[in-house]
């Protein structure tokens, strides 16, 4: 049985999709163009009902890379405090 990895779509892939999808082609010429099944475009297209999601943001509550090094950082050096204490 042969089974092969099939990596799902790159951001550039699915704005392609998207693009194509609002210019009115089908599902096989969109298929074709990307290398995909049309199955797969379907799967990408059917669960949002044809509509472009929104692009995705972080939130403005969620830690940034910088805030959660300078919490790991200070995790381990209160750690090797704790470790190096008698």
């Known amino acids: 049985?042969?089974?092969?990895f099939r990596r799902g779509f790159t951001?550039?892939?699915?704005?392609e999709l998207w693009e194509r999808w609002q210019r009115g082609e089908s599902l096989k010429?969109?298929?074709r163009a990307l290398g995909k099944p049309s199955s797969s475009i379907y799967?990408?297209?059917a669960?949002?009902?044809g509509i472009r999601p929104a692009p995705r943001?972080?939130?403005?509550?969620?830690l940034t890379f910088s805030?959660?090094?300078?919490i790991s950082?200070?995790?381990?050096?209160?750690m090797l405090l704790v470790q190096s204490s008698p």
């Open 73 to 78: 950082s200070g995790i381990v050096e209160s």
């Open 57 to 62: 943001r972080r939130s403005r509550l969620a």
């Open 29 to 31: 010429a969109i298929g």
């Open 47 to 49: 669960p949002h009902g």
């Open 67 to 70: 805030e959660r090094e300078e």
């Open 11 to 15: 951001a550039a892939e699915k704005t």
């Open 1 to 4: 049985m042969d089974q092969r």
């Open 43 to 45: 799967n990408q297209v």
